[in-house]
């Protein structure tokens, strides 16, 4: 027997084998997502039922009631939050990638690692001084120091996956620019900037999927002006009533945007989640 | 300042040019400008607050008895370290912790070396696997709760009932459990994204050689990708287990810590005793705690990125 044809029949039931289970086990990890999705379309009669109902009218009447229900101020806030601290995050973390790659500064090793460091504490070991201080400063239940404290969170990741993005840019090409004699900051603004925009695209998109499912310091620091979508969903936490379908309802629109930020920038998700050490 | 960085391990890298010897101070400043902005508000937000707390944690606080502050010495910690409702959370966190690192990392392997394969509509079943850590955790911990784990109408139940298992009632009856089974779901693709980077980081050479020589699948999978995921499991099992012991949202959405205190960890009671008892030399002393073991898992997690670091620089 040749090797070609004992390749191929080895190769090809193991495959379509592969395939199937793969595709198996994403179904069963993606079905709590799906039933959510399913489930908002239903009337509540139908949402909680044993055996449960697969075949039925969709309604949008609970998209309508949710956002009959005040929702939209909620959504405004974490629009707010996400993209007004995403946007700071990128002014921020972009200069201080390039003085961190580019152009180092003394030390640019201390800096890299104090970053990700920060990254790493705990969030309830700060809450209370944090608290104090927006107390003290009029800031509690503001939607400024949430996007602030959402930049902190999140310039960490962005400093490393941007460095990452600087120093895949080809090394000629910054030479010639300088050589050129172009100056500092146009050197910066012509052609490092257009050079790394999918890359800084990337970035934000990743900050501001984790700003927006941030709920931990949004619970604690906001409560009637500046609450965001994830303190709407608290709203669900007790089982009284018939409410499963407008819970699916709500969870649904509060998920969304990250699910749809999150497929787009999946080629990157790995570079963010492991804090630019892994591309 | 060169001499600074020689001194830091192996600092040099291929990629940055020679420093020059000396720079006027000037200088220094002017290529540190572009990096004070975020060093600053990150010092002002993360390390303030942290001094802050180590300040509260030194201090006989509460907020709704303010007669009593004042200086209380490590008082704070010994009624911490001696309470037996921190050390039932202690031993929660690191049940939960373990628990779901370990079952996360074990399907996040298996899924990853699915993956790595080629068949038909991989990239939508990798869409499809990436989608449970995308989902806000607040929502997916409120749709587990009421749509999986509900013991009249919840899918698991369900699901169960086809193999003649009877109703039950998974947060009363099982609440660990049930919170490490809805935090796995979570974090599986968390692993599953870092371990498939390193698979497909493998060269493909090295793994010809290995069949034209004729080794087997599982022997080339053990030695020689399992070698090479080393540092690549090792990070991610260190930044999940950062990042699952902060667990905060499903316990304070599906059980508020209980019933009991079966499933509060250190986050939750913090939290608790911050914003509900207003004990906050305690809630401090905890808070203390909680990062010097953060920084024990942290020093063994930077030193795996710095590796990783090293090698790609």
């Known amino acids: 027997m040749s090797t070609a044809t004992r390749r191929t029949r080895r190769v090809r039931p193991g495959s379509v084998v592969t395939g199937l289970l793969a595709w198996v086990v994403a179904l069963v990890m993606f079905f709590p997502v799906l039933w959510m999705f399913v489930t908002g379309f239903k009337q ?107 930049t902190v969170m999140n310039l960490p990741i962005a400093v490393w996956m941007i460095r990452s993005f600087l120093l895949e840019l080809p090394k000629e090409v910054l030479e010639a620019a300088r050589v050129d004699g172009a100056a500092f900051g146009a ?57 499963l379908a407008r819970l699916s309802a709500a969870a649904t629109m509060a998920a969304l945007p990250v699910i749809l930020a999150g497929w787009v920038a999946q080629k990157w998700l790995v570079r963010g989640l492991s804090l630019g050490a892994v591309k | 300042m060169s001499t600074s960085l020689a001194a ?30 975020a060093l600053l508000i990150t010092i002002l937000l993360t390390q303030l607050p942290l001094l802050g707390t180590l300040y509260y944690s030194l201090r006989s606080q509460n907020l709704l008895r303010p007669e009593t502050n004042g200086f209380a010495g490590l008082s704070n910690y010994a009624t911490v370290l001696g309470d037996e409702y921190f050390r039932a959370a202690v031993v929660n966190t690191l049940v939960l912790t373990a628990s779901t690192v370990v079952l996360s990392m074990a399907l996040g392997i298996a899924f990853a070396v699915l993956l790595d394969k080629k068949f038909l509509g991989r990239g939508v079943v990798r869409t499809l696997l990436i989608t449970p850590f995308l989902v806000m955790p607040a929502a997916a ?29 998974w947060v009363s009856q099982f609440p660990m459990p049930s919170i490490v089974l809805m935090l796995t779901w979570q974090w599986t693709p968390f692993m599953m994204l870092i371990v498939l980077a390193g698979l497909q ?41 950062i990042f699952v012991v902060q667990t905060f949202d499903p316990i304070f959405l599906i059980t508020q810590g209980g019933p009991g205190q079966a499933t509060t960890n250190l986050p939750f009671l ?40 090293q090698e790609e620089t």
């Open chain 1, 187 to 243: 050197e910066i603004r012509r052609i490092i900037l257009p050079m790394i925009a999918p890359g800084l695209a990337a970035t934000g998109l990743i900050c501001f999927i984790f700003a927006w499912n941030e709920f931990f310091f949004a619970v604690s620091l906001t409560s009637t002006n500046a609450p965001t979508v994830p303190v709407f969903l608290t709203g669900f936490v007790t089982s009284e009533g018939l409410f």
């Open chain 2, 201 to 241: 980081s493998q060269s493909t050479e090295i793994l010809e050689a290995a069949r034209v020589d004729g080794a087997g699948a599982w022997a080339t999978f053990r030695r020689i990708t399992l070698p090479h995921l080393r540092r690549f499991i090792e990070l991610a099992i260190l930044l999940g287990s």
């Open chain 2, 141 to 169: 911990a409120l749709l587990w709760k009421h749509a999986m784990f509900n013991p009249l109408f919840g899918m698991l139940n369900w699901l169960l009932s086809v193999f003649g298992v009877d109703k039950i009632d």
């Open chain 1, 44 to 150: 509540e009669s139908q949402a909680a039922t044993d055996p449960p109902t697969w075949l039925f009218t969709p309604t949008l009447e609970q998209f309508r009631a949710i956002l009959g229900r005040d929702f939209v101020p909620y959504l405004l806030n974490s629009l707010m939050a996400s993209v007004g601290s995403t946007a700071l995050v990128i002014v921020l973390a972009t200069p201080a990638a390039y003085a961190l790659s580019l152009a180092p500064v003394g030390r640019w090793k201390d800096s890299l690692f104090f970053f990700i460091s920060t990254r790493m504490m705990p969030p309830v070991a700060i809450i209370l001084p944090l608290y104090l201080m927006a107390n003290n400063l009029g800031l509690l239940d503001n939607i400024t120091m949430l996007s602030l404290i959402y």
């Open chain 2, 8 to 37: 830091a391990p192996a600092a040099t890298s291929r990629r940055r040019a020679p420093e020059p010897p000396k720079r006027t101070a000037a200088e220094r400043w002017k290529r540190r400008g572009p990096l004070l902005p």
């Open chain 2, 270 to 309: 913090i939290y608790q005793t911050t914003f509900r008892a207003f004990e906050v030399g305690e809630a401090a002393a905890a808070g203390v705690i909680v990062v010097v073991g953060t920084i024990v898992i942290a020093t063994f997690a930077l030193r795996v990125i710095s590796s990783l670091f």
